[in-house]
């Protein structure tokens, strides 16, 4: 009798639970909807760490040794070496002298074995302040682009500016030597022999026999819109959007931002003034702050050139140690910044994330003396050249627009152009 008493209220409060489960399966996926969206919000908003030791350091080292000079653009060498290179302390800078490209090879050359680092731009020494315990302040906006010391027991460093032709050199108060060498002599990292060649105002490294390299594949992503609106607009509930055939435009009252939806290319303008000229330094220092907010490549990225007439700052993707040039605009990012901030801003929206090619697919480019002949057929002669390098065409794939081949390639500098040597009878530029 008891027990069916007991039974309606024990059936009432069943009811209430399936009730009140029943109300939670049916609010539950909103909230998991909330979640998820500020995982993804949280996962969009990551920043690529980057060290300005390694934006701004060398792209290649090459060693002297007997006469003969061997070279490597392997990044893991690259990075490890600049990890010992960044604990050097140096004492202060000595007044620099006049040396001749001639000299400076033949200083190369002399009997001690010696490590020469190759900067792709001229670099100011205010940028590697922190390697001395005195900088003088004349010097600091004063550049170089070319580093070489002794092997054993260096007492000293040399800075060199190959178009200026002046030699800078800094006593050395402490170095990891050991380290230094372990990093640059790495074991299974291979080192090209390669011949000097002058060319413009310079003599570059250019390989003496053949050149073999991977064709790369890679899955590609698109950051989000979303992404740069809420880094680029203050307030982003003024901002006003306007759709063509084939762009986006996001504006609020003093900045725009355009994206073309075909390339994925963003554009970003803001209407800041400053009637004061910032030093080389202080430019690249801001515009290398605002390059670790918007650009997510995730492989090196080096400081490439600036325009002093634009102030403008390029800042260029690389892949195994190698440039990434795209006539689309895929392969660099370009800065402008004054006193209060970045007024314009190019940045590629599509990164490459996911490797997915085939080792053995390789392409073998030509020794540099090939090079030299097959321009020299195409009436590009030597005074015409700027600049060699080998680099990495990014070409979008016909099938599918989430994977992209990099295709090696030689590359001269002409006429303030980087031009594929394949397609120099096109007349193809970056």
């Not at 092997?151 to 800094?170: D, G, H, M, Q, V």
């Amino acid at each position: 009798m008891k027990w069916s008493k007991l039974v309606r209220p024990l059936l009432i409060i069943l009811i209430l639970l399936s009730l009140v489960l029943m109300w939670g399966i049916w609010t539950g996926p909103s909230q998991y909807d909330n979640q998820t969206g500020n995982e993804q919000k949280k996962s969009s908003s990551v920043v690529i760490k980057r060290q300005l030791s390694r934006v701004f350091g060398p792209s290649q080292i090459v060693l002297h040794h007997s006469g003969q000079a061997r070279m490597t653009m392997k990044k893991e060498v690259l990075a490890s070496s600049n990890e010992v290179f960044n604990e050097i302390k140096l004492d202060r800078l000595e007044e620099p002298i006049n040396f001749s490209s001639e000299d400076y090879q033949t200083e190369l050359n002399q009997v001690d074995d010696k490590i020469e680092w190759l900067y792709f731009k001229n670099i100011p020494f205010g940028v590697i302040n922190n390697l001395f315990s005195n900088l003088q302040e004349e010097y600091s906006e004063k550049t170089f682009d070319r580093i070489y010391l002794t092997e054993k027991n260096p007492s000293e460093i040399n800075f060199y500016n190959t178009a200026e032709k002046l030699l800078y050199t800094s006593e050395i108060e402490e170095i990891g030597q050991e380290q230094l060498l372990a990093a640059v002599h790495r074991q299974g990292v291979p080192y090209r022999f390669v011949e000097i060649r002058e060319i413009g105002e310079k003599y570059i490294y250019l390989p003496i026999n053949e050149i073999k390299l991977p064709c790369l594949t890679y899955m590609v992503e698109i950051q989000p819109n979303s992404l740069f609106i809420g880094r680029l607009f203050d307030d982003t509930s003024e901002v006003r959007e306007k759709r063509s055939e084939q762009s986006v435009q996001y504006l609020d009252y003093i900045s725009e931002m355009r994206i073309n939806e075909e390339t994925n290319i963003l554009n970003y303008y803001r209407n800041r003034s400053s009637s004061k000229a910032m030093p080389l330094t202080e430019t690249l220092m801001l515009s290398f702050k605002e390059l670790t907010i918007y650009e997510n490549w995730s492989d090196e990225i080096h400081f490439f050139d600036y325009n002093k007439q634009t102030n403008e700052v390029t800042y260029r993707r690389y892949i195994e140690g190698f440039p990434v040039f795209s006539p689309t605009g895929y392969g660099a990012t370009y800065l402008t910044v004054v006193e209060d901030g970045m007024s314009r801003l190019q940045v590629p929206m599509v990164v490459a994330q996911t490797p997915i090619s085939d080792e053995k697919n390789q392409k073998t480019l030509q020794s540099g003396s090939d090079l030299l002949k097959e321009l020299a057929e195409k009436n590009y002669t030597l005074n015409m050249i700027d600049d060699i390098k080998i680099g990495y065409t990014w070409t979008n794939n016909l099938e599918s627009d989430r994977v992209i081949t990099l295709d090696p390639n030689w590359y001269i500098y002409t006429e303030g152009s980087w031009i594929n040597v394949q397609e120099l009878e096109e007349n193809g530029r970056e």
